[in-house]
């Protein structure tokens, strides 16, 4: 079983019984409102629902998918989940993520970010991982700004729980901005 650690945080693949902690997390509006997939309200037929397509699909193309825990509290419920699948639309594969709103604002989600896209580079190879965000989340574009990405447009994106198109930036980074960054990175802890 494919599992990342960070400082803080275990990201582990979707087992059955977090569906419930699922639900709740994704059905608190503020949270389902900024997805693009997720209905409202959310409830635990619509996780197992998506459940059983991301285990159905799993050996069928890029689909990385894991739910994010506290690595020092695993075996509480999951706090998020996040992954890498391919763009419906074509276009590079996208790397998505929600946070429950009790963990906001602790940087789980940069940090859970990070953590993907070193994945995404350095394990499934990929040449360039895109982004998107609501306009008005722009929390969530600061933590893709912060990973490196740059915006490349804006768009309307579907809202399923919203049930309209709403205005949303497009980003995206390469594998040679990403190394560009950690290669800094490390250069300036070097220099301490």
């Not at 275990?10 to 997720?38: Q, Y």
């Not at 429950?100 to 350095?122: C, D, I, Q, S, T």
């Not at 700004?145 to 709403?166: L, M, N, Y």
């Amino acid at each position: 079983m494919k599992t990342i650690t960070t400082e803080r945080l275990l990201l582990r693949p979707p087992r059955r019984e977090d569906l419930p902690s699922l639900a709740e997390g994704i059905g608190a509006w503020d949270v389902a409102r900024m997805l693009g997939r997720a209905p409202y309200p959310y409830a635990l037929a619509d996780a197992e629902g998506w459940f059983e397509k991301i285990t159905a699909g799993s050996g069928t193309g890029l689909c990385e998918i894991f739910c994010i825990l506290l690595k020092d509290n695993a075996a509480e419920s999951v706090i998020g989940v996040i992954g890498i699948e391919p763009k419906t639309e074509g276009g590079p594969p996208e790397i998505g993520y929600w946070i429950a709103k009790p963990h906001w604002n602790r940087g789980y989600a940069g940090e859970a970010v990070a953590a993907m896209l070193a994945f995404g580079f350095e394990v499934l190879d990929l040449p360039f991982i895109g982004a998107a965000y609501y306009i008005e989340n722009p929390a969530s574009g600061r933590v893709l700004a912060r990973a490196g990405f740059k915006d490349v447009a804006e768009e309307t994106r579907w809202c399923e729980a919203r049930g309209a198109h709403v205005d949303a930036v497009r980003l995206e980074l390469t594998r040679e901005m990403f190394e560009a960054r950690r290669d800094e990175g490390r250069k300036s802890v070097a220099a301490r």
